[in-house]
């Protein structure tokens, strides 16, 4: 279906622009599938073309096929944790409640866009599920006319804009806990606390600029009037069942009685939160949930508390269940990426990763390490989009660079958070589950996020810059 384009003074400047971009991206843009096996295959060449052997290349690519599967069945239960919370009857009467408050359209997708950023900042798995069952409730108000695509975008601007300023980093999680680093990280490091990190003025400053302009592209961007594709266009959003009501549900044979009683409920949740209730004590608050498995059974064990009933659990999750298959169906494509990236050698010996942090790191100076910083975690975060586990690869030599250049080494780190979610925008990877939540396809939404990406490059990369030059350079702190 081709997309209206109003003309003249019909529409803004930059709804014309956001809705040409829609037009090309739903043209233009393949399935996030397709999408994975493209960037398979261009760094597979690339590999080839530095003199990677087609041998190595193969076993890089095999080797890291199954290399995520934990990673994957872990985002697999980020999207059943979610769902089944954000549909478990005390939330979904939130987000029904919460669906109430935008009076048009605009005012819809502007609203689901703070929802969605405010809730990343706190917890990025949740906030795609949460963002989504919010336009699931706003759409089904057909007098809003709202844009879905536009609103399914600004559901994701949590995790393409600002995930990484806030508890969810997993990368300033890594630089506080000791424990938690890899060998050799430790001494060029040293401890960096969250006040050197997500906790600087800078940053807070930085991430409330984010949310603005967001909020404000976002806003302009709504397509109104018959440019305006309500969820009506789509044939596979398809609205979320209601949750079984725990004061009406019965069950229907003897058989069925402990289903409908919240007894099995009880005794799970005192061991759940009991184990859960160790985890924290032992390891402060901030270093559990750092921990996904830790942050997948506390939102499994809160989902099943607030269902109340076993069966009314089960339905949640029978229906968050086929949200994750584009989730396990592509990981597997970027583990692949990720080994090609970093174990194909080349003719000299070096791999891909390897060459691009030297022409990245090499070029930089103490003015420009930021912008350099910055610059380089996008373009390889588009091709190996893990937060956590990138920078585990990347802060020996990036770390190690800053400390040569004399530049502040928790700004090092907001660095690498704030340009980690910039390829996010218009990468259908961390999408997925959101996708799935909605009933769309990444070519639906890419058009809006394309031009908040266009405003996004230039702010971050400037104001990591800017705000860098009023930070010293403090040496590695050991604990």
Same mark, same amino acid.
């Given at each position: 279906?081709?997309?209206?384009?109003?003309?003249?003074?019909?529409?803004?400047?930059?709804?014309?622009?956001?809705?040409?971009?829609?037009?090309?991206?739903?043209?233009?843009?393949?399935?996030?599938?397709?999408?994975?096996?493209?960037?398979?295959?261009?760094?597979?060449?690339?590999?080839?073309?530095?003199?990677?052997?087609?041998?190595?290349?193969?076993?890089?690519?095999?080797?890291?096929?199954?290399?995520?599967?934990?990673?994957?069945?872990?985002?697999?239960?980020?999207?059943?944790?979610?769902?089944?919370?954000?549909?478990?009857?005390?939330?979904?009467?939130?987000?029904?409640?919460?669906?109430?408050?935008?009076?048009?359209?605009?005012?819809?997708?502007?609203?689901?866009?703070?929802?969605?950023?405010? %809730?990343? !900042? &706190?917890?990025?798995?949740? $906030? *795609?599920?949460?963002? =989504?069952? +919010?336009?699931?409730?706003? #759409?089904?108000?057909?007098?809003?006319?709202?844009?879905?695509?536009?609103?399914?975008?600004?559901?994701?601007?949590?995790?393409?804009?600002?995930?990484?300023?806030?508890?969810?980093?997993?990368?300033?999680?890594?630089?506080?806990?000791?424990?938690?680093?890899?060998?050799?990280?430790?001494?060029?490091?040293?401890?960096?606390?969250?006040?050197?990190?997500?906790?600087?003025?800078?940053?807070?400053?930085?991430?409330?600029?984010?949310?603005?302009?967001?909020?404000?592209?976002?806003?302009?961007?709504?397509?109104?009037?018959?440019?305006?594709?309500?969820?009506?266009?789509?044939?596979?959003?398809?609205?979320?069942?209601?949750?079984?009501?725990?004061?009406?549900?019965?069950?229907?044979?003897?058989?069925?009685?402990?289903?409908? %009683?919240? !007894? &099995?409920?009880?005794?799970? $949740? *005192?061991?759940?939160? =009991?184990? +859960?209730?160790?985890?924290? #004590?032992?390891?402060?608050?901030?270093?559990?949930?750092?921990?996904?498995?830790?942050?997948?059974?506390?939102?499994?064990?809160?989902?099943?508390?607030?269902?109340?009933?076993?069966?009314?659990?089960?339905?949640?999750?029978?229906?968050?269940?086929?949200?994750?298959?584009?989730?396990?169906?592509?990981?597997?494509?970027?583990?692949?990426?990720?080994?090609?990236?970093?174990?194909?050698?080349?003719?000299?010996?070096?791999?891909?990763?390897?060459?691009?942090?030297?022409?990245?790191?090499?070029?930089?100076?103490?003015?420009?390490?930021?912008?350099?910083?910055?610059?380089?975690?996008?373009?390889?975060?588009?091709?190996?989009?893990?937060?956590?586990?990138?920078?585990?690869?990347?802060?020996?030599?990036?770390?190690?660079?800053?400390?040569? !250049?004399?530049?502040?080494?928790?700004?090092?780190?907001?660095?690498?958070?704030?340009?980690?979610?910039?390829?996010?925008?218009?990468?259908?990877?961390?999408?997925?589950?959101?996708?799935?939540?909605?009933?769309?396809?990444?070519?639906?939404?890419?058009?809006?996020?394309?031009?908040?990406?266009?405003?996004?490059?230039?702010?971050?990369?400037?104001?990591?810059?800017?705000?860098?030059?009023?930070?010293?350079?403090?040496?590695?702190?050991?604990?």
């Amino acid at each position: 279906m081709s997309v209206p384009v109003p003309a003249g003074s019909s529409a803004s400047w930059p709804e014309r622009l956001a809705l040409r971009c829609a037009a090309f991206g739903e043209r233009w843009f393949p399935d996030a599938w397709v999408f994975a096996v493209l960037g398979v295959v261009v760094v597979a060449a690339c590999a080839l073309g530095f003199g990677a052997t087609p041998r190595a290349a193969a076993e890089a690519f095999g080797g890291g096929f199954w290399s995520l599967v934990p990673f994957t069945m872990q985002m697999a239960f980020v999207v059943i944790g979610g769902y089944v919370l954000a549909t478990a009857p005390p939330v979904a009467r939130l987000v029904a409640a919460l669906a109430r408050l935008p009076r048009t359209g605009r005012g819809a997708v502007a609203f689901v866009a703070l929802a969605s950023m405010l %809730s990343s !900042l &706190l917890s990025w798995g949740f $906030s *795609l599920v949460f963002a =989504g069952l +919010l336009v699931r409730a706003l #759409a089904q108000r057909s007098e809003l006319r709202m844009d879905y695509r536009a609103a399914g975008a600004a559901a994701y601007l949590g995790l393409g804009a600002v995930w990484a300023m806030g508890l969810s980093s997993s990368a300033a999680q890594l630089q506080a806990n000791p424990s938690s680093m890899p060998p050799g990280l430790l001494p060029i490091t040293g401890v960096l606390p969250f006040t050197q990190t997500i906790f600087l003025w800078q940053s807070l400053l930085l991430t409330g600029v984010l949310i603005g302009v967001s909020l404000l592209v976002a806003w302009l961007t709504v397509p109104r009037g018959d440019a305006a594709r309500t969820v009506e266009h789509f044939p596979d959003a398809v609205a979320p069942a209601p949750a079984v009501s725990p004061g009406r549900a019965r069950a229907s044979r003897p058989g069925e009685w402990l289903e409908y %009683s919240p !007894l &099995l409920v009880v005794l799970l $949740s *005192l061991l759940g939160f =009991g184990w +859960l209730a160790l985890q924290f #004590a032992s390891k402060g608050p901030i270093a559990a949930i750092a921990n996904l498995d830790t942050y997948n059974f506390l939102f499994l064990s809160l989902g099943l508390l607030l269902h109340w009933r076993p069966r009314s659990f089960l339905d949640a999750v029978s229906r968050a269940v086929p949200s994750t298959a584009g989730v396990l169906i592509q990981f597997p494509l970027y583990g692949g990426i990720a080994m090609l990236l970093t174990h194909a050698a080349g003719a000299d010996g070096q791999t891909l990763a390897h060459r691009l942090s030297t022409l990245f790191v090499q070029v930089a100076s103490h003015d420009t390490f930021a912008v350099v910083m910055g610059a380089y975690s996008a373009v390889l975060g588009f091709f190996v989009p893990s937060g956590g586990g990138k920078w585990i690869v990347e802060a020996p030599y990036v770390m190690q660079a800053a400390n040569d !250049l004399q530049y502040h080494l928790g700004w090092s780190v907001q660095v690498y958070n704030a340009a980690e979610a910039l390829p996010n925008l218009v990468n259908p990877f961390w999408m997925l589950p959101l996708l799935g939540v909605l009933g769309l396809k990444a070519r639906d939404i890419v058009g809006f996020t394309f031009v908040q990406l266009l405003v996004h490059v230039p702010l971050v990369l400037g104001l990591l810059w800017l705000l860098g030059t009023t930070l010293p350079y403090i040496p590695p702190v050991m604990p």
